[in-house]
DNA sequence: ATGGCCCGTAGAACGGGA
């Protein structure tokens, strides 16, 4: 029986036109082998599968004009083909694409973006905590069907504290308020562990910065970008690190990546 | 300082992001 070593990664664009040559450098230097993008903002007849087979790379997209936008990338070499394909939420019937999901080599990989939300009490607050309360039926389910699931994208929640730059000026504010904090934790609640914090971690560790502010620069940032594990995955997850460095290139994406090492045992990997 | 930036759609500002 082999061990395969799998790095999983989730990553927020803000339009993949603008971060195609930030991404193809990325996996160049450190080939991941499943990658969740979210707000590609393309249609699917705009998408990059040339570039992305080119740099070994196997496509997966869902998405539409101007807004949102998920793709899953799947390393060639390393991973199989795509099955069970889905890209919708029961029960959220719109023309928002924040779902991709495919099973890969017998793992459940959902790409996920959350709705921002806008502000407490706002219309989108109230469609952000729908989307996530269908999100979580969908995942009770879907976790009776796979032991090996894994959930990577950009949640748009702060699930703690110390997940906050300020925390005290971010208090009840969307992104940290409590409700949107309790459905983060029922998350948990579905047996999913928070692959980040499997490890033990430095303080003042995020994922998104305000283009303002020289915010990336003044750490002034949240842990919004989130890698959730079944219990079977988390039991092999090696590390769990944010590409911070990805936020101070030129031309940045507000977010950075998060990336996940798993290290599954395995009796046959193509390629290797 | 009741904002500052970036992206897409525009073809000028504006909606949306977080």
């Not at 029986?1 to 603008?18: E, G, P, R």
């Not at 040339?50 to 004009?65: C, V």
């Not at 976790?143 to 000026?169: C, K, M, S, T, W």
Request: include cysteine; proline fraction near 4%.
């Amino acid at each position: 029986m082999a061990i395969t070593a799998l790095k999983v990664a989730t990553w927020n664009v803000n339009s993949l036109n603008v971060r195609l040559a930030h991404l193809l450098r990325w996996v160049q230097t450190d080939p991941v082998d499943i990658i969740c993008l979210q707000e590609t903002k393309l249609v699917d007849e705009n998408f990059p599968v040339e570039a992305l087979t080119d740099a070994g790379y196997r496509s997966l997209f869902s998405g539409q004009k101007a807004y949102n936008g998920v793709a899953i990338l799947l390393r060639q070499r390393t991973v199989g083909e795509a099955d069970d394909i889905r890209t919708r939420l029961p029960g959220i019937d719109d023309e928002q694409r924040r779902l991709l999901a495919a099973t890969v080599d017998g793992i459940r990989v959902v790409c996920a973006y959350f709705p921002n939300g806008q502000a407490v009490g706002s219309d989108k607050y109230s469609y952000k905590l729908k989307w996530i309360a269908s999100l979580h039926e969908w995942l009770r389910a879907e976790l009776q069907r796979y032991r090996q699931l894994v959930i990577a994208g950009d949640f748009n929640i702060a699930p703690e504290a110390r997940d906050v730059h300020d925390p005290q000026a971010w208090e009840g504010q969307v992104l940290f308020s409590e409700p949107e904090r309790a459905a983060f934790r029922g998350l948990l609640g579905l047996g999913l562990k928070d692959g980040f914090r499997l490890f033990d971690q430095p303080g003042r560790m995020f994922t998104w910065w305000d283009y303002r502010n020289l915010a990336f620069r003044r750490k002034q940032g949240l842990r919004i970008d989130h890698i959730l594990l079944s219990q079977e995955l988390a039991a092999s997850c090696r590390s769990c690190s944010i590409q911070a460095e990805m936020r101070a290139l030129e031309q940045p994406s507000d977010h950075a990546p998060v990336v996940a090492t798993l290290e599954l045992a395995s009796g046959a990997s193509a390629g290797d």
